[in-house]
């Protein structure tokens, strides 16, 4: 079965972060969380796949998290709040995370953001 | 009895509090977004309340997805600043008001709102960046006690916006039928458009969002009529948080006066808006 969040309302390329996403995310959002403290992103990165065994998330869900592939962690459940924290510790910003979702590139994104944001269609 | 004196509608977007933080007022990304807050700011400093309410949402900070409170309200008599992970905002923590929270509480769970109460309750962005759009520079507190009024706006499904209003209307009840002399000023946060995940990251919906801007004032049943799937579809995945600006707006009268308004993009990945509205007919 695929862990792909169901396509709610039919908005293309809209996320909709609902309750079953919430269930299945729930131990990598928990990990997410856990990173606004000093002392556990310290652990996290001396251990980075001990800390998501530690969380106990899927096989899918650590291999996200190791290879910062965002998508993938929005896709397994993750809250982009949450996923959020993860790219802070990172240096990433929310815009450089706009330019993987849209696969512009941050440069891009944030050029199209200041000329008043994106449209559909 | 209490009053509510003003409502205050902003988006709470993390950077506009960073921009501040960090001195960045001036920079030409910025300026025109703090510009743009300066009447509201100028009439807030002439008319302070006894007490504030900021609806906001909490964002991975002060709870977590163990609990997911569609409503809840504040009791504590104090809120401590948030660290979200880079080092907690260099802002005040927050004095609370117990006793008129208490009988919110109480008033609102009459009119069958089941909210759920926070003893202890670490504050985010969500709540210190509007009192920072409101008091930009508050010394060692913020210009009066403060009540949080937490909305789920994070997981679906949110509340919709038909009930955040008629929580407003509540709220605005509530606050009357307290028993103290007070005066109340009550912030609406969050929007305006904007999504953040998905191929669909970076939409703005500046028409909608005009709309959105005159309708709060003027028809805000409007708005509350419109479905979670309108809000997603209009204002983008993370924009259906402006329902917690229904919330400040049933609170107020009928009858308002609009003290200023003003729209920006982007700040980070959002639209940003302000609206001051005076609570009566003036």
Known sequence: MSETAPDRFGL?????????TSRRGLRMNKLFMSLRTAENRERFLADEAGYCQGFGLSPEQQQAVLARDWQAMIDLGGSIFYVYKLAMMDGRSMQYLGGVFTGMGEDDFLAAMRAGGRRDG | MAEVI??????????IGAAMDRGKT??????????????ARAWLAEHRPDVAIVVYNDHANGIDLDFVPTFGLGTAEE???ADEGFGRRPVPDVVGHPELALHLVESLVDEEFDLTVFQELEVDHGFTVPLSVWTPDPGDAWPCPVIPLLVNVIQYPQPTA???YALGRALGRAIRSYPGDLTVGVLGTGGMSHQLAGARAG???????????SAIETDP?????????????????????????????????DEVVKVHSDYFVPASNTAAGIALFQNGAG
């Not at chain 2, 001036?26 to 807050?37: C, I, R, S, T, V």
């Not at chain 2, 939409?203 to 801007?213: K, L, V």
């Open chain 2, 221 to 253: 049943a409007s708005l509350a009529a419109l479905s979670r799937e309108e809000l997603i579809r209009q204002a983008g995945a993370e924009g259906i948080e402006l329902i917690m600006w229904l919330v400040m707006r049933g609170a107020l009268d």
């Open chain 2, 79 to 81: 809120y401590e600043v």
């Open chain 2, 6 to 15: 003003w409502g205050l509608a902003t988006s709470h977007v993390p950077s």
């Open chain 2, 162 to 164: 038909a009930r955040c």
């Open chain 2, 26 to 39: 001036e920079d030409p990304n910025w300026k025109a977004l703090f510009d743009g807050y300066a009447p």
């Open chain 2, 203 to 213: 939409f703005i919906n500046p028409e909608f969002d005009a709309r959105w801007m």
């Open chain 1, 12 to 20: 293309s390329g809209t996320p909709i972060f609902d309750g079953e």
